[in-house]
């Protein structure tokens, strides 16, 4: 009958709705994000993009955020040994090894080369990285040239060429998503530079703000250094968030390439957020801070004016200053059980 609705007529208006639903709960959830190819609004609407735009294999290699670049640095020299380990890793997963720390960066929330060696991570190196506890081991300076930071400023620039080849090596006959994946690399590098600049510069700024000199001695310094490093680990925290969804995607072999880009574009824009509003300024890092300073027993004129130098820095919305609030009526009635005479 001409008046009759057909199940592939019902298929694709359910098909069309879902779509609808996923793309609001996106909406809600934070967007997704516009590059110079495509603008991904939802997690739908990447997976059919990847399905055709993408080779049917995973390209593991091919997509970069903050975390997937920082797995990639490594020294410059490759040994003999490295490349026979690189063969039997591959014989028995069919994965080459850069491949599979693409797969455990999406396992973890702080970065393996910022938490240290693996017999030294415990709950407080990885709130404030085992790699670089004080400042030191993240940049000795220009004359030593040591700390992790220069290492990986140095070894940057042949990480994102090997990077660019893997992606013109898999991707030949993929154009646009030869485009994507150059510009996620691109924005992905600078980022890693824009963090860098922000933790030395943040750095100099707690410390003059807060204690009036650029040498405030090794506590003030330690405790400068701790708020920066917090800051970079909300970062993480946040990205995790987003980044989880991709955590299994290489198990799931028809999807795996749609899964890693949607997990690597919600990686981006939550880069951009940070970068946008300075680190500092971000509202997920204010409530950490002030939570620390709270706990970790900060002498009140010191915590004052550390709380007055990040106000300035940034325009605080009137939920974290009720939060604030709250911290300040806590110390209040610590200061005056403190005050009472003692029986």
Known sequence: MSGEVTQATLDTALAEQTTQIDNIRQLVAGGGFTTDVHKFDSRSDTLVWAKKFLPGTPMYGCFSDVLIVLAAIRNTVSYAEDMERSEVHMTR???????????QSFMTTIPELYAGPKTGVDATSTKFFGAFKEYSKWDAGMITSTGLY?????NLPSTQQGLEATIRTRLIG???????????LSLSVTFVNTKA?????????????????????????????????????????????????????HTSEDNANGLYLWGVLQAHRVMKDFADKNFSMHPAFYPQLMMFL?????????????????????GLPGLLEK????????????????KRPRK
């Open 93 to 103: 997963v069919k994965r080459h090894p850069a491949e599979s720390r693409v797969v």
């Open 150 to 154: 220069n290492r990986i400023a140095s």
């Open 174 to 184: 993929y154009p646009e998503a030869i485009q994507l994946c150059t510009q996620l």
């Open 197 to 249: 600049t922000f933790m030395a510069t943040f750095y100099r700024e707690l410390k003059i703000s807060a204690f009036g000199t650029e040498n405030p001695g090794a506590p003030a310094e330690k405790l400068c250094w701790k708020i920066v490093t917090l800051c970079i680990r909300t970062l993480f925290v946040e990205l995790r968030k987003v980044r989880v969804e991709a955590e299994a995607a």
């Open 294 to 314: 709270f706990e970790n027993g900060t002498p009140r004129q010191d915590f004052d004016e550390l709380k007055r130098m990040v106000k300035e820095l940034k």
């Open 323 to 338: 939060l604030s609030q709250r911290l300040d009526n806590a110390l209040s009635r610590i200061d005056s059980l403190e």
